[in-house]
C-alpha cells in the first residue's frame, strides 16, 4: 500500500466545540500519531476557507487520507467529501470524527470531553487507512413516470410531467378522478368552486395524450429501483377482486399521492352520531350544499346550526394532531349556511381556530361579520349535545362550557355539523409496503427530511405529495405535486443517476447460496440468482444500511466503507490503551 | 538404473488432541502405500518409535512437511511446536484443534483453577481429601520428576508459531489431506502462505443437496429429536441450528449427509473475523419477531449456545473468556 499521508482536521465550530474540548490539545496529541502528515484547526472547517484550507494542504502536501473532527456525519459529510473530490482525492479516503454531537454537546466535564475527543479522533485515523478509494456508479433513468392517485396533488403532478413530454401513468383506484375535493363544493377562504378546480384539471388529463390513465385499478407489483422500476397496474372487478391481466410498465420515478379518509363520526360516541339524526359530518353536510339543500332529516330547513371543531383531531384518545383544514372550512359552512338561509343562526364551536394561511385571518373575520356564534371550548372538554324537549323551538340543546366567558352556555341547534379530520387511508400501509417507504405513528408517509426533502422519501425514486403525507389544504397539496413534478424532471433530466459508492456487496466466490439474506433487505435490494446459486445485491438499491452484511453467515457480504477491518480498527483504537495527553 | 527422487521427509505430531486426527492420516488406507513410497516417515509418536531428542538432532529444515494436529494447551505442546517448526519446511495446523483450538479449547470458558478444582476436587468420580493436584515438579529421593505445565488457556497453533497451511477438519477428510499431500509431493504451485488447504472457499450450503429457499425466517428453535426430519428441506428451515451456512465446505457435508446439523469443524469462511460472532449475528437476523419479549423467549430455547457457536474455534476468537 502507498505510504499514508493523513491530514486531520479540527473544528472548533465557533464555541460548539471549543467550549467544551481544547482543540488545540487534541491537535497536539493527533500530531504524534504514525502516518499524520499535518494538523490544523480552524473555527468553522465547513466554512468556504475551512475547506479550501483542505483543498491547498491535499495539494501542496500530497495528503492521501482526510480525518475532519467536527460534527455528524449526516452533517458535513458530503461537504468535506467535495472539498476533497476538489483537490483531485478519491472522496471516501475520508472520515468524520464526530466530536460535537456525540461530544461537546453532551459533556460537561472539559477535561474528559478533550480525551474523548482525542480518542474518537484517533479512532478516526486508525480507521482511514484502510479507507479504500471507491467509485460511484451511474444507472440509466428511465423518464417515464408513475403517479398513484387521481386527486388534486396526483392530477397536477401527472399534468406537470406529461407538459413537459413525459409519460405518465396514472393509476386511480376509484371511478373518476378528483379524490376528495370532488365531494367538496366550495373552497376556503375565497369560496371557489371546486368544481371549477377540479374541470380544468381532469378535462386536461384525459385529453393529454402523454397521460395513461388507469380508473378502478391498483398498483399490483413493483420492482428494480430507481430509473429502473417496473410495475404491475390491474383493472379492479367490483370489490377488490383481480380479473383482467395485469398491465406491467417501465418507469424511472414514482409519486405517490393517495390522499387520506376522514375521520369516521361514529368512533366518538359523545355526539351521538348515527343516533342523533341531525348530527352530521362535514362531508355530509358537502354532500347537501351540493345538491342545493341544506336540511334536516325531516327535510325542514333549520334555523339553528351548529358546527363542532376538532371531532377525532387533537386529542389523546384518536388523533394527537391538527387537521389543519377544518377551521376554514368550517367557516366556510357559515358563510354557505348563511347564504343558502340568511336568517339561520350559526354558532360555531371550537377549541382554537388556526387560521395560519393566507387570507385565512380575514376569512375569519368575514365570518365573524356575518354574526355567527362562536364559542370556544377547552381541550377534552367536550360540548355535550340533548334532545330538545317539547317546548323548544329547536331539535336539540348543545351545552358548551364556555373558555372566555367562564360560563356554561346552552345552544339551539336543528343540525349540528361535525368537523371530522383527516386521517391515513385504511390501505396506506399497503402502499407504503408496496413502495418502500415509512410511515409514522399515525400512517402518514413519512418525509426524507420533514424540512429540506420534504417530497422525497428515504427509498430513491419515490415521491410523496399532498395528503399522503400529513393533513393539508389544496395549495399545500398542489405546491407539494409541483414540488415532486420538478424533482422528478430534474432527476429525468440528468439522464443518468449517481448512486453512493457506499453499498453492500456479494462476493460471488464466497456466497453459497444459504439465503439467510434473503428476506432481510428494506429495501429489497437482494435478489437469488437460481442458476447460479448465489444472491445478489442491487447496488443501486442498496443504502448501505448492513442488515445483510450482519446476517451473512460467511461474511460473503461485504459493506463497502464498512468492512470488517475498517470497524475493528476504529473500535481497537477506542479501547487501546493509549495515553491522552 | 534411473537416479530416483528424493524422499520427501514427513513428520506427524499431536499436541491436545483426541487422536482421530492421526486415525484420519491411518484412514489413507491403501494410499499409504503410495505415501510411503514418496516419503519418509520420520516422526510420528502414534505410530512410530522416534523420541524427541531424536528430533532435536535434525537439522533445521530437514522435514518437508510437518502435520500438527492438536491444539497448544500444555507447555510439552509448545515445545514440540516450536520444535517442528523449525525443523519444518512446511508446516500445516492439520485439523480443528491446531487451526482454531478445536473442542479442547472450549476449556477456555473456565480457568486453570476452575479445571483443576473441577478434575481433582469435584468430579463424581474423585477422591481426593488431600486435594493434591498436579505439580509440575516433584522431588524425591532419586532425583526431580517432571511433567509439562498445564497452562491456563489453549491455544490453536498459529498463537504459538508461524503457520504455512491449515488443513481444517475433525478430523480431515482423509481424502483431502491426500490431495494435499500428492500436490506436495508433484511440486504443483502450492498456494500463498496462510491459505486454508483441502477446503472449499464457500459455505457448506453450495455442496449441500436439501432445498434452501428464502424462507429462513424462526420462530423457534428446535433440538434435532424435536422435529420430523424430512431429509430434504434445510435444518435452519426447521429451526435446527445448522453451522453449515458459516463453515467451510470440503468435508462433503458428512453431518448433513447423515442427517444431523453441521457442527462447524471446518471453521470459517475466508473473510469471517470471529466464528461465534459470525453465526450468532446471522441468527439474530432471522429471529421472526421484532418483540423484545418474545426475542428473548426465543433465544431461550438456544441449547449451550457458546459451545454450538464456538464448538471449534474459542481459542482463535475475539471473546477469550466468559466474565
Known amino acids: ?394 331539535e336539540m340543546l348543545i351545552e358548551v362550557n364556555e373558555k372566555l366567558s367562564g360560563e356554561l352556555i346552552e345552544i339551539p341547534a336543528d343540525l349540528v355539523v361535525l368537523m371530522v379530520g383527516m386521517e391515513a387511508r385504511e390501505d396506506s400501509a399497503e402502499v407504503a409496503h408496496l413502495v418502500n417507504i415509512s410511515q409514522d405513528k399515525d400512517g402518514w408517509f413519512i418525509e426524507s427530511h420533514p424540512k429540506l426533502e420534504p417530497v422525497a422519501t428515504t427509498t430513491d425514486g419515490i415521491f410523496i405529495a399532498g395528503t399522503c403525507v400529513a393533513p393539508k389544504d389544496i395549495p399545500d397539496s398542489v405546491a407539494q405535486a409541483r414540488a415532486v413534478a420538478a424533482r422528478i424532471l430534474a432527476k429525468i433530466s440528468r439522464g443518468k443517476i449517481e448512486v453512493d459508492a457506499v453499498y453492500s456487496e456479494v462476493d460471488e466466490n464466497v456466497c453459497s447460496g444459504c439465503r439467510f439474506c434473503n428476506k432481510l433487505c428494506p429495501f429489497s435490494a437482494i435478489e437469488y440468482e437460481e442458476e447460479k446459486g448465489h444472491s445478489h445485491i442491487i447496488s443501486a438499491l442498496c443504502k448501505a444500511c448492513g442488515v445483510c452484511v450482519a446476517a451473512c453467515p460467511s461474511a460473503a457480504i461485504k459493506g463497502r466503507q464498512f468492512t470488517d477491518s475498517q470497524v475493528i480498527a476504529q473500535i481497537d483504537a477506542l479501547i487501546s490503551k493509549v495515553e491522552y495527553v | 538404473m534411473n537416479e530416483q527422487k528424493p524422499k520427501l521427509k514427513l513428520a506427524v505430531y499431536w499436541g491436545a488432541a483426541c487422536g482421530g486426527c492421526c486415525v484420519s492420516v491411518l484412514d489413507v488406507h491403501e494410499k499409504l502405500f503410495d505415501v510411503v513410497a514418496a516419503a519418509d516417515l520420520v516422526f510420528w509418536p502414534v505410530a512410530l518409535d522416534t523420541k524427541y531428542q531424536d528430533v532435536e538432532e535434525m537439522h533445521d529444515g530437514f522435514i518437508d512437511l510437518t502435520l500438527f494436529n492438536g491444539a497448544v494447551r500444555n507447555s510439552e505442546n509448545e515445545h514440540i511446536a516450536k520444535l517442528l517448526r523449525k525443523k519444518s519446511k512446511i508446516l500445516v495446523a492439520y485439523g480443528s484443534c491446531s487451526h482454531l483450538g478445536g473442542i479442547p479449547g472450549m476449556a477456555n470458558f473456565f480457568t486453570k483453577e476452575e479445571i483443576f478444582r473441577r478434575v481433582y476436587e469435584e468430579s463424581e468420580s474423585t477422591i481426593n481429601p488431600e486435594k493434591i493436584k498436579p505439580q509440575p515438579e516433584y522431588k524425591v529421593t532419586e532425583g526431580t520428576l517432571e511433567i509439562p505445565v498445564f497452562y491456563n488457556d489453549v491455544r490453536p497453533l498459529d498463537k504459538v508459531v508461524d503457520v504455512d497451511y491449515y488443513l481444517p477438519g475433525c478430523p480431515p477428510q482423509t481424502e483431502r489431506l491426500v490431495e494435499v499431500f500428492m500436490a506436495i509431493v508433484t511440486g504443483a504451485q502450492l498456494p500463498p502462505k496462510g491459505s486454508v488447504v483441502g477446503a472449499g472457499s464457500k459455505a457448506q450450503c453450495e455442496e449441500c443437496t436439501r432445498t434452501k429457499t428464502d424462507n429462513k425466517l424462526i420462530k423457534k428453535f428446535k433440538r434435532p429429536w424435536e422435529i420430523y426430519d424430512d431429509g430434504v428441506t434445510c435444518f435452519m428451515e426447521q429451526g435446527v441450528i445448522c453451522m453449515g451456512p458459516a463453515t467451510r465446505s470440503g468435508c462433503g457435508h458428512r453431518c448433513i449427509k447423515g442427517n444431523a446439523p453441521c457442527r462447524g469443524c471446518y471453521g470459517p469462511t475466508a473473510d469471517v473475523t470471529d466464528t461465534g460472532a459470525k453465526i450468532m449475528s446471522a441468527i439474530a437476523s432471522i429471529i421472526d419477531s421484532k418483540e423484545p419479549a418474545e426475542i428473548e423467549a426465543i433465544i431461550e430455547d438456544i441449547v449451550d449456545p457458546a459451545g454450538t457457536f464456538y464448538r471449534f474455534s474459542l481459542p482463535s476468537a475475539m471473546i477469550r473468556r466468559r466474565l
Open chain 1, 1 to 394: 500500500m502507498k505510504e499514508c499521508r493523513i491530514g486531520v482536521y479540527i473544528c472548533m465550530c465557533g464555541t460548539n466545540i471549543a467550549k467544551m474540548v481544547d482543540v488545540e490539545s487534541v491537535a497536539k496529541f493527533i500530531s504524534a500519531v504514525p502516518n499524520v502528515t499535518l494538523v490544523k484547526t480552524y473555527k468553522y472547517m465547513c466554512s468556504n476557507p475551512g475547506q479550501e484550507m483542505i483543498v491547498q494542504d491535499i495539494k501542496q502536501n500530497q495528503l492521501n487520507r482526510i480525518v475532519v473532527a467536527a460534527c455528524s456525519p449526516s452533517m458535513h459529510e458530503r461537504t468535506f467529501r467535495g472539498a476533497l473530490r476538489k483537490a483531485g482525492l478519491n472522496q471516501y479516503l475520508f472520515e468524520m470524527a464526530n466530536i460535537r454531537e456525540q461530544c461537546s454537546w453532551v459533556h460537561d466535564d472539559p477535561e474528559e470531553a478533550t480525551k474523548k475527543a482525542m480518542a474518537l479522533t484517533y479512532a478516526a485515523v486508525k480507521r482511514v487507512e484502510l479507507h479504500e478509494p471507491l467509485e460511484s456508479i451511474f444507472v440509466d433513468m428511465c423518464p417515464n413516470v408513475l403517479v398513484i392517485g387521481g386527486g388534486i396533488a396526483g392530477m397536477t403532478t401527472a399534468l406537470e410531467l406529461a407538459d413537459s413530454g413525459y409519460q405518465v401513468y396514472l393509476v386511480e383506484k376509484d371511478s373518476r378522478l378528483g379524490g376528495n375535493l370532488a365531494r367538496v363544493d366550495l373552497t376556503a377562504p375565497y369560496l371557489y368552486s371546486a368544481r371549477d378546480l377540479l374541470t380544468e384539471r381532469i378535462t386536461r388529463v384525459l385529453n393529454n395524450k402523454q397521460i395513461q390513465l388507469h380508473l378502478q385499478s391498483k398498483v399490483t407489483s413493483l420492482s428494480g429501483f430507481v430509473g429502473n422500476f417496473k410495475a404491475n397496474i390491474q383493472k379492479q372487478n367490483g370489490q377488490g377482486s383481480t380479473g383482467s391481466k395485469p398491465f406491467e410498465v417501465r418507469i424511472g420515478n414514482i409519486a405517490v399521492c393517495t390522499g387520506y379518509k376522514e375521520f369516521d363520526a361514529s368512533r366518538i360516541t359523545h355526539y351521538g352520531y348515527g343516533k342523533l339524526p341531525n348530527v352530521i359530518t362535514s362531508f355530509e353536510l358537502e354532500k347537501m350544499i351540493r345538491s342545493g339543500r341544506i336540511e334536516t332529516k325531516e327535510g325542514k330547513v333549520p334555523q339553528y346550526v351548529a358546527i363542532i371543531h376538532c371531532v377525532g383531531s387533537r386529542n389523546l384518545e384518536f388523533h394527537t394532531y391538527c387537521s389543519r383544514v377544518c377551521c376554514m372550512t368550517a367557516l366556510k359552512y357559515v358563510h354557505e349556511i348563511k347564504s343558502a338561509n340568511p336568517a339561520c343562526y350559526v354558532s360555531d364551536i371550537y377549541i382554537d381556530m388556526h387560521a395560519f394561511g393566507k387570507g385565512h385571518e380575514d376569512f375569519y373575520k368575514r365570518s365573524s361579520e356575518v354574526k355567527t356564534l362562536f364559542l370556544m371550548y377547552e381541550k377534552g372538554d367536550r360540548p355535550v349535545i340533548h334532545r330538545a324537549g317539547p317546548k323548544d323551538d329547536c
